[in-house]
């Protein structure tokens, strides 16, 4: 039990707290005014429309897909499903918010934040070719589970606009260009050229803090104290979630450590990607900040033992 305690110990202060720091610097600096939400805002864009695809197109363009274990994947997806479903049913019936708001909101109960928080802390504890599990998670939220909510989020957004017009719109956002080039790419088996990779990552390398930071200041304008509906999707996200991922990969056979790194990935934070979709289109965030900021700190402990 001492050893349990003192490698949970250097987990959290090795790997887990670095990364969280982050966003404790920029909760920090926007509370005693040092940085504003405007110029927040200007961080956030920068990461979310520059920095964002310079770490997604490596990834996914380089990732060898041959090593996922899919069914695992696909478990870990139906679970998404599932909770997110019920989670936009609490919000619109429950608790009578907008759909956009539900939509968001419900992104906060399964979408973690695996590609700007999870990874890198796997990262730092498994290594480079250790943490498959979590770089496999990382692919699918960062290609079809962000695409989705980002395509579905604008046009929620936009329905008033007409189809051609909404296309247009999305076929020119970086994000979405990032992941179908690297998806393309990788199914062509197209490597790209190093010097150019070298780029990607030095740019990409930033997308985490920036964001993070971002995310800190952006939470430092907003009220902590927990009501109801905060208390009830921030347990959905710590409590439910995990659970229901847990439940199905009871499904099929597959090595455990891809049903740890996956229970891993779920018990992780809320994204911080429906905080920054929120603010990029306008959307009340007084519920989805709280949800994350609740969720970063409640995970720190839990995230630790898991680990």
Request: hydrophobic share 60%; proline share 5%; charged share 10%.
């Amino acid at each position: 039990m001492v050893w349990r305690f003192a490698k949970l110990f250097q987990v959290l202060t090795h790997d887990i707290l670095p990364i969280f720091s982050m966003m404790a610097l920029g909760f920090m600096m926007g509370r005693f005014q040092v940085v504003s939400k405007m110029e927040a805002t200007t961080l956030n864009r920068i990461a979310f429309l520059f920095l964002q695809p310079a770490l997604i197109f490596p990834l996914v363009n380089g990732v060898d897909l041959t090593a996922f274990q899919f069914d695992g994947i696909a478990l870990y997806g139906l679970a998404q499903l599932v909770v997110f479903g019920a989670a936009v049913l609490v919000c619109l019936y429950v608790f009578k918010c907008t759909l956009i708001e539900s939509w968001l909101l419900a992104m906060t109960t399964v979408f973690v934040n695996s590609l700007l928080y999870i990874w890198p802390i796997s990262l730092l504890m498994y290594g480079v070719d250790g943490n498959l599990p979590i770089k496999a998670i990382v692919v699918w939220d960062a290609t079809f589970t962000f695409a989705f909510f980002i395509i579905t989020t604008d046009l929620l957004v936009n329905r008033g606009q007409s189809a051609g017009k909404s296309l247009m719109r999305l076929a020119k956002n970086p994000v979405l260009v990032a992941i179908a080039l690297g998806m393309c790419t990788n199914a062509l088996g197209l490597k790209t050229p190093e010097p150019v990779l070298t780029a990607f990552k030095f740019a990409g390398a930033g997308a985490a803090p920036l964001t993070l930071f971002a995310l800190g200041v952006f939470l430092s304008a907003h009220g902590v104290v927990p009501t109801t509906k905060i208390t009830a999707f921030t347990a959905i996200k710590l409590f439910v979630f995990p659970l229901v991922v847990a439940a199905f990969l009871y499904i099929g056979e597959r090595p455990d450590a891809w049903n740890d790194m996956l229970l891993l990935n779920a018990a992780g934070p809320a994204g911080a990607m429906a905080f920054a979709l929120a603010v990029l289109h306008g959307v009340r965030t007084d519920t989805i900040a709280p949800v994350i900021i609740w969720t970063s700190l409640l995970t720190l402990f839990s995230l630790a033992w898991l680990a």
